[in-house]
């Protein structure tokens, strides 16, 4: 195989990584820290507190916390479905 094929093979196995996988989980991960902000601000009276804004902080770092731990569980499945991509991309 001429090295502009192997070039060729890796970049398609590397899109389709970013696109089918690592976008996605991006993605997600964002829109859960979103999620959690929106309920931050929703939480909010229209003149808070000092100590209303501190607990709404505090509220978004651990659900944003939650939405991170979250995601790490998924990190063995992921890491499967790029073994199998390249495994796949190999033969």
Same mark, same amino acid.
């Given at each position: 195989?001429?090295e $502009?094929?192997? /070039?060729?093979?890796? +970049?398609?196995?590397?899109? !389709?990584? &970013? ?5 996605? #989980?991006? /993605?997600? #991960?964002?829109? %859960?820290?979103?999620? %959690? ?7 909010? @009276? ?7 804004? !501190? $607990?709404?902080? $505090?509220?978004?770092e651990? %659900?944003? @916390?939650?939405?991170? &731990?979250?995601?790490?569980? #998924? ?8 073994? &199998?991509?390249? @495994?796949? +991309?190999a033969?």
């Amino acid at each position: 195989m001429a090295e $502009a094929d192997i /070039n060729q093979a890796v +970049a398609k196995m590397m899109e !389709s990584l &970013d696109k089918g996988t690592f976008r996605p #989980l991006q /993605n997600r #991960l964002q829109r %859960c820290a979103m999620e %959690c902000q929106d309920r931050a601000k929703d939480s909010l @009276s229209s003149q808070p507190s000092e100590s209303q804004i !501190s $607990a709404a902080q $505090a509220g978004m770092e651990k %659900c944003v @916390s939650k939405c991170v &731990d979250g995601h790490i569980k #998924l990190l063995p499945t992921l890491k499967k479905r790029i073994e &199998d991509t390249v @495994s796949s +991309a190999a033969h």
